[in-house]
């Protein structure tokens, strides 16, 4: 069975820093494409990056050149570096897979709360 | 960059059957998958590439995609079906971009 689950999410202020984690039991995140998806309260879900099994990487506009992401094979866990984050980073964020390819999301993880706010 | 197109509410007795569009400009060109996601849940994927149900989902659930829109048909609709639905392509035209469609609330009365 397939589980994801997400650590890391909390009050951080404008301009700061924050490691999310994604924890995967069932697949190999070596071998799988890895995503994270967000969902600002109220609001509709939005793709924010995915790393492909050869490691390539991709973000969304509004995240691009501040979050990164990355994975520790030993650990089976994937990870997105959020730097300079601003208001509306403000979501529910969600680590998700896929083992019919990369362009869907069939396993979700249960999220993590990120807020951010002076 | 590629956008999806819901209507932000849908409402249907049960027992009747709900729709669901999803427009996109040539939708019917791509791939798309739906989400189904009740309060405080993380989305459920109930259809994916057009029509396909993965395993768990009832055969309620169906899908269609032709020219510019795509369509998710829930049948004899139940309380349970009462959540946000979203569609969903993955658009590699130039740099690879997963995109949501806006969320369609499927109220049933």
């Known amino acids: 069975e397939v589980q994801l689950v997400e650590s890391g999410g909390g009050l951080i202020q404008p301009g700061g820093s924050l490691r999310l984690s994604c924890a995967v039991s069932g697949i190999s995140v070596s071998r799988n494409y890895m995503s994270w998806v967000r969902q600002a309260p109220g609001k509709g879900l939005e793709w924010v990056s995915i790393i492909y099994s050869g490691g390539s990487t991709y973000y969304g506009d509004s995240v691009r050149g501040r979050f990164t992401l990355a994975r520790d094979i030993s650990k089976n866990t994937f990870y997105i570096q959020m730097n300079s984050l601003r208001a509306e980073d403000t979501a529910v964020y969600y680590c998700?897979?896929?083992?019919?390819?990369?362009?869907?999301?069939?396993?979700w993880g249960q999220g993590t709360l990120v807020t951010v706010s002076s | 960059s590629y956008v999806l197109t819901q209507p932000p509410s849908v409402s249907v007795a049960p027992g009747q059957t709900a729709r669901i569009t999803c427009g996109g400009n040539n939708i019917g060109s791509k791939s798309v998958h739906w989400y189904r996601q009740k309060p405080g849940q993380a989305p459920v994927l109930v259809v994916y590439?057009?029509?396909d149900r993965p395993s768990g989902i009832p055969e309620r659930f169906s899908g269609s995609n032709s020219g510019n829109t795509a369509t998710l048909t829930i049948s004899r609709v139940e309380a349970g079906d009462e959540a946000d639905y979203y569609c969903?392509?993955?658009?590699?035209?130039?740099?690879?971009?997963?995109?949501f469609g806006g969320g369609t609330k499927l109220t049933v009365l």
């Open positions: 969903q392509v993955w658009d590699s035209r130039t740099y690879p971009l997963w995109v």
């Open positions: 998700a897979t896929s083992v019919r390819g990369a362009a869907l999301f069939d396993f």
């Open positions: 590439d057009d029509s």
